[in-house]
Nanobody, 116 residues
Framework: QVQLVESGGGLVQAGGSLRLSCAAS????????MGWHRQAPGKQRELVAS???????NYADSVKGRFTISRDNAKITMYLQMNSLKPEDTAVYYC??????????WGQGTQVTVSS
């Protein structure tokens, strides 16, 4: 089992910044891909950014140049630095971990609200 706990969401004005954190515990050795997803009201959950255990990174086109994903292997924590936030970034952000057997684990989610 893997446990994922997000933190760092909140309310920010457009153009502002937030940093999300995801702390992992449990059978973390089985995780080979971690990512951030988000879900806005009335919309499907979408991938925001992902990072493999080897350090390969992928971003959604809508956040390229504004968001940065990183991981601290010593602290077993993943981060999402979000800059130049826009109202359309408003959503619940979820941390995801995928094992080598393609089993997904999810955090409880953290709300990000960007006011115009």
């Amino acid at each position: 089992q893997v446990q994922l706990v997000e933190s760092g969401g909140g309310l920010v004005q457009a153009g502002g910044s937030l940093r999300l954190s995801c702390a992992a515990s449990g059978s973390i050795f089985s995780i080979n891909l971690m990512g951030w997803h988000r879900q806005a009201p009335g919309k499907q959950r979408e991938l925001v950014a992902s990072i493999t255990s080897g350090g390969s990174i992928n971003y959604a086109d809508s956040v390229k140049g504004r968001f940065t994903i990183s991981r601290d292997n010593a602290k077993i924590t993943m981060y999402l630095q979000m800059n130049s936030l826009k109202p359309e970034d408003t959503a619940v952000y979820y941390c995801n971990g995928r094992t080598v057997r393609n089993r997904d684990y999810w955090g409880q989610g953290t709300q990000v609200t960007v006011s115009s």
